[in-house]
């Protein structure tokens, strides 16, 4: 009975850096999750800003050109004004100019308001390049030193459950394992250490009796309320003796 606690203690070690180890591989996606969706998040505002710059640069140019084309038409029509033959053609004429000079007013009207707001964007554009970039990269690297320990878990439960396997194939009292199982389904540690008539794991106070059956060795003994496997602080020592080589 002695030698079963003994293994199931050394069973409960190893249980304990499995169970670590389970939460590592779903809590590291998890984690990587927000990290990508940090990243994802500067991504779109610094691409947004430039997508709006650009539409703002396109614009300026439009109105340049066209301001060009119709200044360019003004010089036209003004010289050709005096070879008009008629009044109303001359009146027509100058009415078309006119309307030509308000155009181009209106226009670069507009371009006096587009001119800061593409200098004031290129300011944000580049801080938020400057900040974000150094960001996005840090968040690559945790992710990808993330994505080495997710990897790296794989082959450390591999050898863990080798060593579970190992232990549980020098259980002879197959009934203990069973009940330790069980046990370990719903909480971890399955197995509770026994000090001062106490159970450690859930408080319960131990009958005195039990703690006496415990103390011979003769059969294994419960909890009774979390139902874990009692064991004492001695058996705990031994087991760490029989660990070393
Ligand atoms: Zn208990």
Not at 80 to 93: H, V
Not at 180 to 203: D, F
Not at 213 to 234: P, W
Request: aromatic share 2%; with cysteine; proline share 2%.
């Amino acid at each position: 009975m002695k030698e079963t606690i003994i293994t199931l203690l050394k069973l409960s070690d190893i249980d304990k850096q499995i169970h670590q180890k389970r939460d590592d591989q779903t809590e590291i996606p998890d984690e990587n999750q927000v990290l990508t969706a940090e990243i994802i998040n500067i991504e779109n505002q610094i691409s947004t800003k430039k997508v709006e710059l650009n539409d703002l640069e396109i614009l300026k140019k439009e109105l340049t050109n066209s301001i060009q084309l119709k200044t360019e038409w003004i010089t036209t029509r003004d010289e050709s004004i005096n070879d008009l033959r008629t009044q109303k053609e001359y009146q027509a004429a100058q009415k078309e100019i006119s309307a030509a000079k308000k155009e181009i007013k209106e226009k670069e009207n507009q371009l006096a308001i587009i001119g800061p707001k593409i200098d004031t964007l290129s300011t944000e554009s580049l801080t938020l390049m400057e900040k974000g970039e150094p960001r996005v990269a840090e968040l690559r690297s945790k992710i990808q030193e993330n994505n080495k320990i997710v990897s790296g878990v794989d082959t450390e439960l591999d050898v863990l459950n080798n060593a579970r396997n190992e232990l549980v194939s020098h259980i002879e009292e197959k009934k203990y394992l069973k009940h330790y199982n069980h046990i370990l389904r719903k909480a971890i540690p399955a197995i509770s250490l026994l000090e001062n008539g106490i159970c450690t794991e859930c408080g319960t106070r131990v009958l005195p009796q039990t703690i006496n059956l415990l103390k011979v060795g003769q059969s294994m003994q419960y909890c009774t309320r979390c139902k874990r496997i009692l064991y004492l602080h001695e058996m705990l020592e031994e087991a760490k003796v029989t660990e070393q080589p």
